[in-house]
């Protein structure tokens, strides 16, 4: 959460180049937006980008540094936007992360006048102080690194020196290398559309950054660094669609087609490597967070079909409720890479001895770095918060992993049947978002194959449309939620082929007065959407996609913020 970008370079460039720079980044929050340049000029403000060009002069500068919140520590509030700066205003700070001992850190300094409600600002306070005690720079952020609890990504920016100053600890950072400088930001899509080269930074690490060079150091000494290339299909143009969330829903076509391809070509390697990974465990656990743990759940059930038992967990619980050894193969689902729960699982997995392995969508994000082996599912860059067009190449990684222990299903045909899905579907959709455009509630109900759905469809209709809804197993139903089924309440029932007990606990919500709308593949239920597939791993993707633009087109007959909810933001860095 937090996006950070800093810019440094040999030709003058302007404020709003750095703040375009910042937008792509900016699904990593959108609470206040703010930069500083190496001239002293400060800009911030309460909102989001785009506003906030409107408002700003433009400058030109050959230092500068940028941030887009996502609060934490401290309302959302000018004051509490970044960057920061401490009392002598030697340098200016942004701040991916949260310092938990800040008030720790602040009872060690004295005489220092605070301006905002964040933990940040005492990283400002607490280098310029030991600037102050005769330190260099770069020994008061090794003082600070040695010190500081929690997690960070931060640039320093001084006044009036063309130097960028950066450091992490469990939130990300990259150096990326363009043509007439360098880019220090939070992860590569702020300058992926200029240069497919970087630099990685791991915990500890620290650079030093002008116009024409860099050094890295950690724990005080010079360390040598790869320069990574990397590969994305960098799409930022909305074109003929109003907004992303539509944008990424239809582009689920192209980028299965892309992953099945890859998977039997590029891919095959590492996939077969990590089915090998798969044979050699003898306990596997997913771990994922959101969207992606609806996937994870949807991987389970495809392996459990071919008689292996898996498990997954979300990530927050992961350590309350696994335990792990040298036989334990945990393989995390992301799409960013960079889930700080996800991570902190992993971490523990790998204390205890587990093997790590991942299937993520950002090439070289953290979570792929600390696996041993990780497949990319290839959808280029997804803009909007939601996950629509990741969570679908989740699912087909999983399909294709589990066909290696036996899971019948034809991944040639995914792309069609969801571009006819989208074509058959998207109308009738649109009129039933205006009839439940008002809807208060929406439960949704599935088993087995159409259980993840109904989950994912839920999170889908809360973070896009505002709806409560409540995705659940069909057979729990009736041990309390029914309750609150009352006459029009709408139930999405997702009944996959001859699931006839699906079909019962529609049956029991109808006889309660409920609107049922049912999903299904087979026309004996005379389903409100009735979706051209076979009863495999493609039903849960095509019945997921009607979820999708349901949740969509509620939201817009509503008139919301669709491609960034409030309260959101994309990336999780933060526990
Ligand atoms: C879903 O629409 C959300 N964006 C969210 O639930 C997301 O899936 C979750 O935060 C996990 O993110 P990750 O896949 O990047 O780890």
């Not at 020994?139 to 500081?148: K, P, Q, R, V």
């Not at 999983?398 to 034809?410: E, I, M, P, R, T």
């Not at 049912?518 to 409100?528: A, T």
């Amino acid at each position: 959460m937090c996006g950070i970008v800093g810019m440094i370079s040999q030709e003058e460039f302007t404020t709003i180049e750095l703040l375009k720079a910042l937008k792509r980044l900016e699904y990593r929050g959108y609470d206040s937006v703010g930069y500083a340049t190496v001239e002293g000029i400060l800009q911030k403000d309460t909102g989001e980008i785009d506003g906030f060009l409107k408002t700003v002069p433009e400058h030109r500068t050959r230092a500068a540094i940028s941030h887009t919140r996502w609060a934490t520590h401290g309302g959302v509030t000018k004051e509490n936007a970044h960057p920061h700066a401490a009392c002598g205003n030697l340098f200016f700070i942004v701040h991916n992360g949260i310092i938990e001992n800040y008030e720790r850190l602040r009872d060690q300094l004295h005489g220092h006048n605070y301006v905002s409600e964040t933990d940040t600002e005492i990283i400002a306070h607490f280098i310029e102080e030991k600037i102050r005690n005769g330190l260099t720079v770069r020994e008061s952020i090794e003082t600070f690194i040695a010190e500081a609890k929690g997690t960070y990504a931060v640039l320093l920016l001084p006044r009036g020196e063309e130097k960028i100053y950066a450091f992490k600890k469990d939130s990300p950072l990259v150096l990326g290398i363009v043509p007439e400088g360098f880019v220090v930001s939070s992860d590569i899509y702020a300058f992926s559309d200029r240069s497919q080269k970087a630099i990685f930074f791991e915990d500890y690490e620290m650079a030093e950054v002008t116009a024409t060079d860099y050094m890295f150091f950690k724990h005080g000494m010079p360390i040598a660094k790869e320069i990574k290339e990397f590969k994305v299909t960098y799409t930022e143009i909305k074109k003929d669609f109003p907004h992303y969330m539509i944008k990424e829903i239809h582009e689920q076509p192209a980028v299965a087609e892309r992953l099945v391809t890859s998977l039997k070509t590029d891919q095959k390697h590492k996939l077969d490597r990590l089915s090998d990974l798969v044979r050699q465990a003898r306990k596997v656990v997913f771990v994922a967070a959101g969207t992606s743990y609806h996937a994870s759940l949807l991987g389970v059930h495809f392996f459990h079909e071919t008689g292996v038992e898996t498990q997954t967990i979300i990530a927050s619980e992961f350590r309350n409720y696994v335990t792990c050894d040298e036989d334990t193969l945990v393989v995390a689902i992301s799409q960013s890479g960079e889930t700080m729960d996800v991570l902190k699982a992993l971490k523990y997995a790998r204390e205890q001895g587990a093997r790590i392995a991942s299937i993520v969508n950002v090439p070289y994000s953290t979570i792929q770095r600390m696996s041993e082996l990780s497949l990319e599912i290839l959808t280029g860059q997804e803009i909007c918060v939601a996950s629509t067009k990741t969570y679908t190449n989740q699912v087909i990684a999983l399909l294709a992993l589990a066909q290696k222990f036996g899971y019948d299903v034809n991944l040639d045909t995914i792309s069609q049947r969801i571009k006819e899905c989208i074509d058959t579907h998207e109308g009738q959709v649109k009129i039933l978002a205006r009839e439940l455009r008002d809807c208060q509630d929406i439960y949704l109900i599935g088993r087995g194959l159409s259980y993840p759905v109904a989950r994912e469809s839920a999170l889908k209709l809360k973070e896009i449309a505002y709806v409560h809804a409540e995705g659940m197993m069909g057979g729990e139903l009736k041990h309390g939620t029914i309750a609150l089924i009352e006459d029009g309440t709408p139930v999405v029932c997702l009944i996959p082929d001859e699931d006839y007990e699906m079909e019962s606990n529609t049956r029991e919500v109808q006889a309660r007065g409920a609107r049922a709308i049912i999903i299904s593949n087979n026309s004996e239920f005379s389903p409100d959407f009735l979706l051209e597939t076979s009863s495999d791993g493609k039903f849960a993707i095509l019945a997921t996609v009607v979820g999708q633009m349901l949740a969509y087109y509620i939201a817009k007959e509503r008139g919301l913020p669709i491609d960034k909810p409030r309260n959101l933001a994309k990336s999780v860095t933060v526990e």
